[in-house]
């Protein structure tokens, strides 16, 4: 399996996000992309790639022209505000929810931080915009490797990305690395691509995407959003609108589920899959399911993931995976690898 990978990760290095009513160091830190690289390295599990060059058109298939706008001078408009603001990262403060207006773009730097966000914990940092640009950029060669007849590939980057909208961050995401390879599968002919999300938290960007489409099946396993995060977006019930009613499938699950029932939901997720006559699979990989993760609520082991990939490599689609959330940083290079040997040993 061809690995891209992000070399330029390690620049987005927020210091501090809000998490339970304090400001506390970051979850998201450079050593989760570094210790899926090991492990990938240790087992030599394939040959691992810089990601190719696209220009911002291929983000613009999937992101709103002024919010990559925004992304991409919001730091140089930080430090203008004040010189000392070089020293720290930005975090938005002000939102506009009901009642009030986001079809204007306010020329106050800290409006259009809360304008293209929803929380305040996904800090805004010197090398953030890079960073992203470069994820995208391996989310996209992947889907370009696939699109050209590999069985499948792997986009290794943070920041992760399945909680950025088109328009909007959070989540630690800014760029949907996921629903840009499901387009770029559709843009080379897949006439219809599904998303697997199997992070611990709903891939609420994901779904907002594809939410009115009928080309690409959006799937999530998650913890329940009555009690988890993302909290607003994740419900069984959310099946889709207009042309995309009926291809959203939202399987939320308890605080505390073990492998066995997890991996009958994703049974029933792949069996949908099957039923949707997808021609390319599409899988946020997210590790955060792990027994160990600090901000997480299921219990899966590491051998688990190997069933996992074997799991999905049973469906016998071209597939791409991406790199989403997982904070046992010690475990998730180990765990990362397991799904993708899975997958290996059961093609």
Not at 29 to 47: C, T, Y
Request: charged residues 20%; contains cysteine.
């Amino acid at each position: 399996m061809i690995t891209y990978y992000n070399h330029l990760h390690a620049l987005h290095q927020g210091k501090l996000e809000m998490f339970r009513g304090e400001l506390v160091p970051c979850f998201e830190i450079p050593s989760r992309a570094d210790h899926v690289m090991k492990e990938l390295e240790r087992r030599k599990l394939g040959p691992v790639k810089a990601p190719l060059a696209f220009d911002d058109a291929a983000l613009a298939s999937i992101h709103a022209p002024r919010y990559l706008d925004f992304l991409t001078h919001a730091w140089d408009e930080w430090v203008a505000l004040d010189p000392s603001n070089a020293g720290r990262d930005a975090l938005p403060s002000v939102w506009p929810t009901r009642t009030l207006r986001s079809d204007v773009l306010p020329a106050n730097f800290s409006a259009r931080m809360g304008l293209f966000s929803y929380d305040a914990g996904s800090p805004l940092t010197s090398g953030t915009w890079t960073a992203a640009r470069a994820g995208a950029h391996c989310a996209l060669s992947a889907a370009q490797e696939v699109s050209g007849g590999a069985r499948a590939a792997f986009a290794l980057s943070r920041p992760p990305g399945h909680h950025a909208g088109a328009d909007f961050f959070g989540g630690y995401c800014f760029l949907n690395n996921a629903a840009l390879a499901a387009q770029r599968l559709r843009g080379q002919g897949a006439a219809r691509v599904a998303v697997l999300d199997i992070d611990y938290h709903h891939g609420n960007g994901t779904q907002s995407i594809f939410y009115d489409r009928a080309d690409v099946l959006f799937t999530s396993i998650h913890g329940d959003p009555h009690t988890e995060y993302p909290f607003f977006l994740g419900y069984a019930d959310e099946q889709g609108v207009g042309a995309g009613l009926g291809f959203n499938h939202n399987l939320p699950l308890p605080r505390g589920t073990d492998f066995a029932l997890w991996s009958a939901a994703l049974q029933d997720a792949l069996r949908g899959i099957q039923r949707f006559g997808a021609q390319a699979l599409v899988v946020s990989l997210g590790l955060d399911t792990f027994e160990g993760d600090p901000i997480s609520g299921f219990t899966l082991k590491s051998e688990d993931y190997l069933r996992v990939g074997e799991a999905i490599a049973a469906a016998g689609l071209p597939t791409v995976f991406v790199f989403e959330g997982g904070y046992a940083v010690a475990e998730v290079g180990v765990n990362a690898v397991n799904v993708l040997e899975g997958f290996e040993r059961a093609c």
